[in-house]
């Protein structure tokens, strides 16, 4: 299983907060919003980690490197635009190989991940939504 977590974004809507600081490096008790999903992904065996970049990139990628320090394996695909949610995916389509998830950057959620692909798979569906 893989995941790819969207963090291109400008975060207009937490300014001034994100003038200075990408939005899944904003803290939540302490540590960047990035770094929980990062943890509850691992938590559900999900190790490999593609992470698109745009706004203040370097931040993202000196704070995670490589992804080893959480036991994941973290790739990058930096756009030289911001493609969207879906384009900064297709962008990124030969890194998926079966089922995998995408979440947003600054998604700050504990939700079952293995038991919510668990029924995607027995349901055969196209895709799945979780919202909170």
Not at 16 to 28: A, D, E, N, Q, S
Not at 53 to 79: H, R, T
Request: charged share 25%.
């Amino acid at each position: 299983m893989k995941a790819m977590i969207l963090a291109a974004g400008v975060g207009s809507r937490l300014d001034p907060l994100t003038r200075h600081i990408p939005k899944p490096m904003v803290p939540i008790v302490n540590r960047p919003v990035m770094e929980h999903i990062i943890e509850l992904l691992a938590k559900h065996g999900i190790k490999d980690i593609m992470v698109n970049l745009y706004y203040l990139a370097n931040q993202i990628e000196e704070y995670f490197g490589d992804g080893s320090k959480w036991g994941v394996n973290i790739q990058y695909s930096k756009e030289d635009r911001l493609w969207g949610d879906a384009g900064s995916v297709k962008r990124c389509e030969d890194f998926f190989d079966d089922t995998f998830l995408v979440v947003g950057g600054d998604d700050m959620a504990d939700i079952d991940i293995t038991r919510m692909i668990r029924l995607h798979k027995e349901k055969k569906a196209l895709a799945t939504i979780a919202l909170s």
